[in-house]
């Protein structure tokens, strides 16, 4: 068995991730659901992740491809990869699951998985969040957390430039 054989396990498809979503659910098991580029992890993102995850039973992160995330920060961006910023989210304990998507937002992904708890932080207004209103007419909840102040990655890049 390869050493990441753990981490790799968790970097879900759609139709493999539906299905395990549903199971969990089906168990009576709360699925909680974000997303994000998560492009250089940092406290502000484990903290987030953290936070997410105890508001259920499973975390799903839905993960910005490279596209997608040059589309929206520019054509520095990302600065690793879709498959190491994938294998690093799901390297950490609380994530359950992981999967990419190349779509401006998760709506459609959100619609696919029907997540319980939908979780950003709360720079956003929870009225505001995508797929809020996928979720709460399914029963679930929208929640929004309390990120760590001074932790961004566009502050990380800015810091490095400087050095």
Known sequence: MEANAGTADKIKA???????????????????????????????????????????????????????????????????AEEPRARMLAALAFVDAVILFAEDTPYALIRELKPDILVKGNDYLAENIVGADIVIANGGKVETVELVQGYSTSGIIDKIKNL
């Open 14 to 80: 759609l139709d493999e991730l539906r299905t395990t979503v549903a199971e969990w659910q089906s168990a009576g098991e709360q699925v909680v659901f974000t997303n994000g580029c998560f492009d250089i992890l940092h406290l502000g993102h484990i903290d987030y992740l953290e936070k997410a995850r105890g508001l259920g039973d499973h975390l799903v992160v839905g993960l910005n491809t490279d596209g997608s995330v040059r589309k929206f920060k520019g054509k520095d961006r990302p600065v690793n």
